[in-house]
């Protein structure tokens, strides 16, 4: 049995069903919305009109898991798991039909939901989150049926920045406030300065250290402007990306295990702490960081999809493990391409490391070659081992992507000095002789050595 039936949970079920034949193996799974299998982090580009059609982002649709013996219920939601009597509790979202069906293996993967702070006027039509389809065509049929050209983003992370970009380019003046410093809080502050920059770049109006206490509504209870502690902005549609939360009341109710950052907790074969068949996986459990070496809240599609396979697999009857992450991220806004592996500054002394930092600015390609453009690199190493800590990239086009080689060398537990010898691909279309990324690790060996390690 399987709650959620997006990435993780059908990852889990497709994967098991591939292991063991229907006659095996009896598969059912519960999805509250419409659909399962789908990209949320392709709602931005939906809405920004990259993506014409929101079936483009269905991997697979609930027909077609049907097709191949899943028995996807949904528009039907989970409201209780009986752990001891082996049975959950659903009910039927359009007529209210409440049923017990047992288990003998159950995967939770109830996900995350976005971050909804009990301020007035946050449940008011014209406010909007973005984490489901549904949540998607609910706010582009706002946006068509409003005649209004103000909006307001709250919150500048990953989804907070691209949906402001996707607004813009629906021609809406785009307010982005933003709690802290500088937008994208998984970057430094100083690269955080970059994506402001590019942000005003855009048009859009960029205000920091704005604290939102109140959504105004106007006399038909419809969300007008967004008040701050300080200020007040005109809004026809606000749209919320303050981060998510894991969705784990449904599992915590059941006495199942959850962390410090809410949530649950599994061993490496994704099985829940102190069950033996009961597995969780996906925006709901949190993960092992390999660089900190603690428990964090990473939602991802990468992992969820990962974590989804190895529940399967063992599910099914074989064995798989997820080991953990090194917290790899990427985002682009316009053509500003926006990335991060390993800890930030802030989370590298939380851990207790005391680390050098390197930053250097470099070119995508050969600085000769046509199209070269800018990008800044920032590395932390450890101090007294040059072990990489983490790396954080801002740039145009090719910037991006040039995080995965930092990403394998942490997962590797690389030094630096032992970077600056890895032998990347180099043409001048592609890259300067010295790649940025080496370049930094060059820079980042010179100061872990000016540091007095040997």
């Known amino acids: 049995m399987v709650i959620g039936g997006d990435a993780a949970g059908m990852s889990a079920a497709s994967q098991a069903r591939r292991l063991k034949d229907p006659d095996e193996l009896e598969i059912v799974a519960f999805e509250r919305g419409h659909h399962a299998s789908y990209s949320a982090c392709g709602i931005p580009y939906w809405v920004a009109g990259d993506v014409g059609d929101p079936e483009q982002l269905v991997a697979r649709t609930p027909e077609e898991h049907r097709a191949r013996h899943i028995d996807l219920r949904t528009r039907t939601e989970v409201t209780e798991i009986d752990v001891a009597g082996g049975r959950v509790r659903s009910r039927r979202l359009p007529d209210g039909q409440e049923v017990w069906t047992g288990f003998d293996k159950l995967v939770v993967a109830t996900g995350a939901r976005p971050v909804r702070p009990p301020l007035p006027g946050i449940d008011a039509p014209g406010v909007h989150g973005v984490q489901t389809l549904d949540d998607g065509q609910a706010l582009l049929d706002t946006l068509r049926g409003t005649k209004g050209r103000q909006a307001v983003v709250v919150g500048a ?51 920091n250290e704005a604290e939102v206490t109140e959504i105004r509504t106007d006399e038909q209870g419809r969300a007008r402007a967004v008040v701050t502690s300080d200020a007040e902005y005109p809004a026809d549609v606000v749209v919320l990306g303050i981060g998510v939360r894991p969705e784990s009341e449904l599992a915590e109710a059941a006495g199942l295990p959850v962390g410090d950052f809410g949530g649950i907790l599994t061993d490496q074969a994704m099985r829940v702490r102190g069950q033996s068949a009961i597995w969780a996986g996906g925006d709901c459990v949190e993960v092992l960081d390999l660089v900190a070496g603690r428990q964090r809240h990473i939602p991802l599609g990468t992992h969820a999809n990962k974590q989804g396979q190895v529940i399967g697999t063992n599910v099914g009857g074989g064995y798989a493990t997820f080991p953990g992450v090194v917290g790899t991220a990427v ?124």
């Open 331 to 454: 985002s682009k806004v316009c053509d500003l391409e926006i990335a991060r592996t390993g800890l930030l500054e802030a989370e590298a002394r939380e851990a207790g490391f005391q680390f050098v930092t390197a930053t250097v600015e470099a070119t995508s390609r050969a600085g000769y070659f046509p199209g070269a453009a800018p990008m800044t690199v920032k590395m932390l190493a450890e101090r007294r081992t040059g072990r990489l800590l983490g790396t954080q990239i801002v740039g145009r086009e090719g910037a991006g992507k040039r995080v995965d080689v930092a990403a394998v060398a942490l997962t590797a537990g690389m030094t630096v000095e032992q970077m600056t010898a890895l032998d990347l691909g180099y043409a001048p279309p592609f890259s300067p002789v010295w790649d940025p990324v080496l370049v930094a690790a060059r820079k980042a060996t010179q100061a872990v050595r000016a540091h007095g390690a040997g």
């Open 157 to 207: 992370g990953y989804i907070g920045v691209e949906m402001a970009e996707a607004l813009l380019r629906r021609d809406y003046e785009v307010t982005l406030l933003n709690r802290a410093p500088e937008p994208m809080t998984t970057l430094d502050p100083d690269m955080g300065r970059l994506v402001h920059e590019a942000v005003t770049g855009l048009g859009i109006r960029m205000v």
